[in-house]
């Protein structure tokens, strides 16, 4: 069974930068399309970015564009999402996700991912 663990949110002032981490295991990090969504407090899931499986082609969504970084590393089992000048606006549980179908296609929807992470807290003060 695969599993996604989430570190590194926190509380930053606006302007801060944090960087958040997602281990997976149980299965093979390299089949892995891997996205990253977020859910404000009375909002749907949104997507945030993706990368590809093996050629490290990213796709993000363009409130976060110029801003965020998503990058994957093999050796660790790992992605992550670089966040920097956040806003108050990026306040949310910032989930991990993990598309299993060997795709080529970087989804942006919830239904495109198979296995999900618990989420971590990320709150941007003004």
């Known amino acids: 069974q695969v599993q996604l663990v989430e570190s590194g949110g926190g509380w930053v002032q606006a302007g801060d930068s944090l960087r958040l981490s997602c281990a997976a295991s149980?299965?093979?990090?390299?089949?892995?399309?891997m996205g990253w969504f977020r859910q404000a407090p009375g909002k749907e899931r949104e997507f945030v970015a993706a990368i590809s499986r093996s050629t490290n082609i990213r796709n993000y969504a363009d409130s976060v564009k110029g801003r965020f970084t998503i990058s994957r590393d093999y050796a660790k089992n790992t992605v992550y999402l670089q966040m920097n000048s956040l806003k108050p606006e990026d306040t949310a549980i910032y989930y991990c996700?993990?598309?299993?179908?060997?795709?080529?296609?970087?989804?942006?929807?919830?239904?495109?991912?198979?296995?999900w992470g618990q989420g971590t807290q990320v709150t941007v003060s003004s």
């Open positions: 149980g299965g093979t990090f390299s089949r892995f399309v």
């Open positions: 996700a993990a598309d299993d179908t060997l795709s080529t296609v970087l989804g942006t929807t919830a239904a495109s991912y198979d296995y």
